[in-house]
């Protein structure tokens, strides 16, 4: 059975620095590996994708993330964060071999990003 | 950019009745996703539907919902008869292809008293 963990509730980081989130999965075959953030009462929006290829990702709004097979990881980073990049976000895996077509999405990891 | 809308944004309904959730995919997408976020908790699956035909259903998706595609824009979520513990958060998404990313809508908030 798919999983994800995201290990941390709550992320906090201060306005120009670094921000890392992390997840972790579990699934039988190889994964489809994806980032979401969801802003106080609004929709989950797509901010990036691992499919096949590079293990480094660049996606929506300066973010990255980088699939590392060994570790069964698929972390979020920005090199510089923003006030405006406190939300909700969520990763979310599905298998390849999976007939089904969900997601598995991780519990949430809240980001504050502090002036 | 095209993107998923879902109405109502709020609903309250009374135990025991019926509700039906609307979404309207983005237009060239072929698969339709209905997951739930119950107050604090993750984002889970319900059904996906395919072809005019549901694909796949997670154990929440019991006999108390159906979903529909009534016409060529509308994708509906129907809740039979609507326990207190169905209140949550209901999000639709869409896909070009199975592979490809889902979208998903803002949601329609849910509360049964």
């Known amino acids: 059975a798919q999983s994800v963990a995201q290990p941390e509730d709550q992320v906090n980081v201060a306005e120009g620095n670094p921000l890392t989130v992390k997840c972790t999965y579990s699934?039988?075959?190889?994964?489809?590996l994806f980032w979401y953030v969801q802003y106080p009462n609004r929709g989950l929006q797509f901010l990036l994708k691992?499919?096949?290829?590079?293990?480094l990702v660049k996606g929506s709004y300066g973010f990255e993330a980088e699939f590392n097979k060994s570790q069964t990881s698929f972390h979020l980073k920005k090199p510089s964060a923003l006030v405006s990049d406190s939300a909700l976000y969520f990763c979310?895996?599905?298998?390849?071999?999976?007939?089904?077509?969900?997601?598995?999405f991780g519990p949430g990891t809240r980001l504050s990003v502090l002036p | 950019e095209p993107e998923v809308t879902q109405t109502p944004s709020h609903q309250v309904t009374q135990m025991g009745q019926e509700v039906i959730l609307r979404c309207v995919p983005i237009?060239?997408?072929?698969?339709f996703y209905w997951y739930r976020q119950i107050l604090g908790q993750k984002v889970e699956f319900l059904v996906s539907?395919?072809?005019?035909?549901?694909?796949?259903k997670s154990e929440i998706f019991d006999d108390q919902f159906s979903v529909e595609r009534p016409d060529g824009s509308n994708f509906t979520l129907k809740i039979r008869s609507t326990k207190l513990e169905d209140s949550a958060m209901y999000f639709c998404?869409?896909?070009?292809?199975?592979?490809?990313?889902?979208?998903f809508g803002p949601g329609t908030r849910l509360l049964v008293l």
């Open positions: 998404a869409s896909s070009s292809t199975q592979r490809e990313t889902q979208y």
């Open positions: 539907f395919y072809n005019n035909e549901i694909s796949e």
């Open positions: 979310a895996v599905r298998d390849r071999k999976n007939y089904g077509q969900n997601f598995v």
């Open positions: 237009s060239n997408h072929l698969y």
């Open positions: 699934v039988s075959g190889n994964p489809y």
């Open positions: 691992y499919i096949t290829g590079d293990n």
